[in-house]
């Protein structure tokens, strides 16, 4: 798949680590990218730096995942690529 404007990337936990990385790569290449995590200070600075949106989201919770995925497709379209990245760390 050839990643370009035309494509709606939704990356969650893309605020920090390798969701963020992810989500600077494909702004990068010119994708439309939405992030979904719940850091939102964090979330909104690197939404805001690769030109993307940012979408406080708890993705274990259903109604939080459906309004961001409503948020991001209203302002995306669609997306053709969904990365999974949220997680927590437990030390």
Known sequence: MKIDSTIAAIVTGGASGLGEATARRFAGLGAK???LDLQRERGEKVAAEIGGLFCETDVTSDDSVDKALA????KHGVERVLVCCAGIGVA
């Open 33 to 35: 990218v939405a992030i």
């Open 71 to 74: 948020a991001a497709r209203a």
